[in-house]
């Protein structure tokens, strides 16, 4: 729960709205929390670099937020050059 500590020293505590969360790769120690601010947080966009595990974590944090309220963020993904 880092990642949510550190936003909670960062946000405003009634802010619950991240414009874009980029995810540079799928390593755990990149990702461990962003499915716990996708449900925390509005999220009004997401970028990442296009690999299998990225579009499998988005996959898998989607199905997650699909029993919420949340509105799931669009995703856009980098390309090379």
């Given amino acids: 729960m880092a990642l949510m500590s550190e936003l909670g020293q ?47 974590f988005m996959r898998n944090a989607r199905r997650n937020l699909e029993s919420g309220s949340q509105r799931r963020p669009g995703r856009s993904q980098t390309r090379p050059g």
């Fill in 10 to 56: 960062e946000m405003p505590f009634w802010d619950r709205s991240i414009d874009l969360v980029v995810m540079t790769h799928a390593d755990a120690d990149h990702i461990t929390g962003l499915v716990e601010v996708l449900r925390r947080y509005q999220v009004g966009g997401w970028l990442d670099n296009g690999r299998a595990e990225a579009r499998q």
